[in-house]
């Protein structure tokens, strides 16, 4: 492990976990690459007094989001919420969305700067927020882009909230839309109620690198916004990538965040040179995320190592600069006849690799459902009841037992409950994708 931070900067770290033995021509080699970040709460504060965070807030304001009143209401009250978390000097922005998208404030293309009488006046501008129209968020995120790209602030990010389907908008452009704002900021989503389509809040959460959440009830959506302007505001190091740099003959199979939530990144990969590869991982404050690394090696013979990957974290330099390294940690390959080493499985790429899993086997459980296909959903279903049960992820495990009665966990013997409410299998839905850390032992 190697650390480069100046010490006036947040510190990184990079550590590797892995089994490198091999036995004779084995090629596979799994790490699971942890990324911490400390001692960022100095610098936020010494970066707040620069402007170094730019955030808009786009709130739907679709004629569905009048029935039940409440979500208006809420969004309202959310939002103010949200404006009272801002930092002084943070340059802001918010959006009301339908099928058009406009700007409640401040207004003519600007963006405004965070103090009391501009928070003061930006709450007076959401008494002005109106339901009617429909949901084309590709114009909602289209128009937020170009007030982040006023900034120079370090800090890019969005917070979207919507309570439908994006219906007045061909899929493609929403597309095409997340494609170009990728990795100019990042941004959070929520659906609020049930009518709102899951696929499509994850999907803009993480194309943009943001979280994604459901707050079925209004009520809660003050709490939910005020937690993520905190998260945005401790923020402080922005435009991560982790660069991996692979030997002759060694292949990437795929690259994975696994902690705190499951996300591929290995379609994500931008080219930097010779065997090097830069995977964005978006903005950092004091967290710790982890990633599973797989690369495939050319066989060897017992007796033979090799260093299988580099993985260094950098950050983009000043224009005409190199992007300065933060941290380091190899993947190394060592080749042997001893059948112990060779078959034992490191705990924490085990652990990931069911996290994994388990995303996978409750959205395809979920969907099985959706299909009615009894015998598929209930066998998916029942795996990820047993892999939350063994993994100690009691969050997941609660909100399947509200889809499923568990006859035993540790089997993954399920029923499929005969009535589930909407909100119970959109929260399991949404949250799928959330981890748990290797337990202590």
Excluded at 287 to 310: F, I, T
Aim: glycine share 10%; proline share 4%; net charge negative.
């Amino acid at each position: 492990m190697a650390n480069f931070a100046k010490p006036s900067a947040p510190r990184f770290s990079v550590e590797v976990y892995q089994n490198e033995f091999l036995p004779e021509g084995g090629r596979d080699v799994h790490a699971i690459v942890t990324v911490t970040s400390t001692g960022g709460a100095a610098a936020t504060r010494a970066a707040a007094a620069h402007g170094s965070a730019a955030v808009v807030i786009m709130v739907d304001c679709s004629g569905s989001m009048e029935y039940p009143p409440d979500k208006m209401r809420g969004a309202r009250e959310a939002t103010a919420a949200a404006i009272d978390t801002l930092r002084d000097g943070t340059a802001f922005a918010v959006v009301a969305g339908t099928h058009v998208a406009k700007e409640v404030y401040p207004g003519q293309g600007r963006l405004a700067v965070a103090d009391p009488a501009t928070r003061a006046q930006a709450k007076e501008a959401l008494r002005s927020l109106s339901s009617g129209g429909g949901t084309a968020i590709g114009t909602w995120l289209r128009l937020a882009d170009g007030l982040l790209r006023q900034s120079s602030a370090a800090i890019r990010h969005g917070i979207l909230l919507t309570d439908g389907r994006n219906e007045h908008e061909d899929p493609a452009v929403l597309r095409a839309t997340l494609d170009a704002c990728a990795g100019r900021f990042t941004c959070d989503a929520r659906g609020v109620g049930t009518d709102w389509e899951v696929k499509e809040v994850t999907g803009i959460a993480s194309a943009l690198l943001g979280s994604a959440d459901i707050v079925a009830d209004p009520a809660h959506l003050a709490e939910d916004f005020t937690r993520m302007m905190e998260n945005v505001m401790g923020k402080e190091v922005a435009d991560v990538a982790l660069r991996l740099w692979t030997p002759v003959g060694v292949e990437i199979q795929y690259v994975k965040q696994v902690a705190p939530t499951v996300q591929d990144l290995s379609d994500r990969r931008t080219d930097a040179g010779p065997r090097a590869g830069d995977y964005p991982t978006g903005s950092w404050g004091d967290e710790s995320r982890e990633y599973h690394v797989c690369v495939r090696v050319p066989a060897a013979s017992v007796g033979q190592e090799m260093l299988a990957a580099r993985a260094t974290l950098l950050l983009p330099g000043a224009p005409g600069e190199p992007p300065a390294a933060l941290a380091q940690g190899l993947v190394r390959a060592v080749w042997t006849d001893d059948l112990a080493a060779s078959t034992a499985i490191n705990p924490q790429v085990a652990h990931y690799t069911g996290q994994a899993e388990l995303a996978q086997a409750i959205q395809q459980g979920l969907e099985a459902r959706k299909l009615g296909d009894v015998d598929g959903a209930t066998a998916k279903l029942g795996r990820a009841v047993q892999l939350a049960s063994a993994s100690g992820n009691a969050d997941t495990a609660k909100l399947l037992a509200k889809v499923v009665d568990v006859v035993d966990a540790a089997a993954g013997t399920v029923r499929l409950k005969a009535k589930v409410a909407d909100a119970d299998e959109m929260t399991l839905e949404t949250r799928s994708i959330q981890t748990v850390r290797v337990k202590k032992t």
